[in-house]
């Protein structure tokens, strides 16, 4: 079975620090891994993509890394700001099919 | 911008009622899903299409259905709804080649 696991489930930072969001997956035959951000009660927003012939993208204050060997992607985020808080997904493209984590919750304390 | 639009935003019928969400988009993407969400859990893809006239079944179990006519519209229906169907429902679509999905505000239904 192809999973997604994201740890911390929650996390809590201070307004200004930079943080780490991990995302683990057991399949290797990945296509390509997508980043999403989600608020209360709303929809996703596709924050950044990763195709699988690459080790990084980068848009603004976040850079979102693939490591596929390991089976692992990190969400960096610079310089956080009370605006970043939100449930932050990662979801791996394979077999034509998305497969979501279950989320890490994100609050940042101005 | 994403385009791509879900209608209604907020659903409360009650059990037995036959609805239909609405979902559209103008980005001309040939792929589209729907996905189901629980509050606080993660999202089960349970229909998506290649295209008109193509209709795929995902890997959560659904008693809805949906069709894809005009290759912007996929709606999804359910005959007779319950309880059970009770959650938030996403649309999202993707071109081929990149498979970037980009996602709709949702549909939340309550089933009474």
């Known amino acids: 079975k192809q999973e997604v696991t994201q740890i911390p489930a929650a996390l809590s930072v201070p307004e200004g620090e930079n943080l780490v969001l991990n995302c683990s997956f057991t399949?290797?035959?990945?296509?390509?891994l997508q980043w999403f951000r989600q608020d209360p009660g709303k929809g996703l927003t596709s924050l950044l993509l990763i195709q699988s012939s690459q080790r990084e993208q980068t848009s603004g204050r976040l850079n979102a890394s693939l490591d596929k060997s390991s089976g692992r992607s990190t969400l960096y985020i610079a310089a956080s700001q009370p605006g970043d808080s939100a449930t932050y997904l990662c979801?791996?493209?394979?077999?034509?099919?998305?497969?979501f984590g279950t989320g890490t919750r994100l609050t940042i304390i101005p | 911008e994403a385009d791509i639009y879900q209608t209604p935003r907020y659903l409360v019928i009650g059990t037995g009622k036959k609805i239909t969400l609405e979902c559209s988009q103008t980005?001309?993407?040939?792929?589209m899903y729907w996905y189901q969400q629980d509050p606080g859990m993660e999202l089960h893809l349970i229909h998506y299409?290649?295209?008109?006239?193509?209709?795929e079944k995902g890997d959560l179990s659904s008693e809805s259905t949906v069709s894809r006519i005009r290759t912007e519209h996929f709606p999804l229906t359910l005959e007779s709804a319950r309880p059970s169907h009770t959650s938030q429902y996403l649309c999202?679509?993707?071109?081929?080649?990149?498979?970037?999905?980009?996602f709709g505000p949702g549909t939340r239904l309550t089933v009474l």
């Open positions: 399949d290797s035959a990945i296509y390509n």
């Open positions: 299409s290649y295209g008109v006239n193509s209709t």
């Open positions: 979801a791996r493209f394979g077999n034509e099919k998305l497969t």
């Open positions: 999202a679509s993707s071109e081929y080649g990149v498979n970037e999905q980009f």
């Open positions: 980005m001309g993407h040939d792929k």
